[in-house]
């Protein structure tokens, strides 16, 4: 009897190693992380297939930006999907040309995560509440959500996990609001949880020293894909109204993880990039020629310039639209709203009690109870990299670079680069980033 109840539970003890071999639930790649006010934050652990092996190098953790998830970081061809059949370009790296995964499926050239893997990196993205697909959706949190909520609560959840599993000091970090929730992380940003759970209003954020200091001691770096931070707008009174703030501070979450698989059915990739083409070229071409001496605030087309197509493969441009776009908070599109609109760059304006039903957001005012985010980034010491955009659609590089990289305390390792003919999104996976973008990234982490 003993010795059946010795095999019984090593056959248990083995089927729960084959389960973490795949992060639980016998789903490829998945872990779990519990926020700290209860929410399953959803990761994946990449590695080209469950016969690879995690790699044992440094980890890195990355978050997408909003309207995205995770799987921007890993462009592939759907399985589903017969209809991609994209052929490398005659002057493609080495490294693609031989590997074998990228041989099974070209679009791998164009997989950050994969390419880091090449590098020996272990690479983890993380989907925040309320975004993700299929077993990688993360719990849905209360529709009040904002951006302070994704980075003082998911973030923490996400790189504990990272730290755990591991037992390593990750790099951490993501494109755009993932690379802001990665520099908020490390200045000790935190919101009181038990608030955030009840949900019938948000509490406002803070930073704690003693905080930041352990965080960027357990963190071995910060990479930055075109970080977050005060948008470049255009035609600020337009959005500076009654009927504008009314909306943004509705609270909703736009569900488009259930929208898009029903709505990209029925369109072939050819029609789904080519209408983005369309739109987009015809938005860099008119930011381009934007008339010297017309006022900044008038460029329209500069402010929508954030997706250079002829900077990005068609397929790839079809696989963001059916795959990588995903749910969001208008909670969050509301705080970027208010950064661009009224120069501030601080936590949501309904954060704390007194101003849970505050419509229109409110000028910066000496005491006025808000926390502003440049403040504590003295308390961010681990060496920063950054990769940023040519053009300056919602995010500037040098509005970020002053943020970043003047209000951060100074690293020998600190380092960023501008990547010519880019644009906020296509910075992730265009044409020159399997032969700029991915080998700057690895480079640097070589350094750590």
Known sequence: MSLSRTMLSGLLLSCVMLLSACGGAGVEGLYVAKTEDGLDIKMKRYRPSPQDSFRKGTPVLLFPGITLNFNQFDVHTPAWLNSYHYALPNNAPAWAKNDPTVQDDNLKYFSLAHYLY??????????YRGVGRGDFASDHGHNNTNLDVWCALDYPA?????????GKKPVIGGHSTGGLCAYLYLQGFTMDADVVKEGDYLPHASANAALAAQRNNNVA?????????????????????????????????????TILPYATKLLHPVVTSGAIDILFKGVTSLADNFPAFFPHWADLFGALDFWRTDNMNGYVEDYHARIAFSSFYLGGIAQY???????????????GYENKDLVNPPDQA?????????????????PAFSLFSEASGLVDTSTMVNVIYNGKTHNAKDGWI???GTGHLDVVNGDNAPTV????????????
Do not use: C
């Open 118 to 127: 090449l590098r020996g990196y272990d690479v983890w993205m993380a989907n």
């Open 337 to 351: 709203a208010d950064w661009g609109t009224n120069g501030v760059f601080r936590e949501f304006w309904q954060n």
């Open 158 to 166: 996400a790189v504990d996990k990272v730290r755990g599993v591991t």
């Open 366 to 382: 000496p005491g006025d109870g808000y926390f502003y985010f440049q403040d504590n980034m003295a308390n961010f010491t681990v």
């Open 221 to 257: 770096g910060f990479l930055g894909i075109d970080p977050a931070g005060t948008p470049v707008l255009a035609y600020e009174w337009v959005i500076d109204n009654p009927l504008i703030w009314d909306t943004l501070a509705l609270e909703w979450l736009i569900d488009l993880d």
């Open 418 to 420: 501008e990547v010519p």
């Open 437 to 448: 973008g991915f080998p700057a990234i690895a480079d640097w982490l070589d350094t750590l």
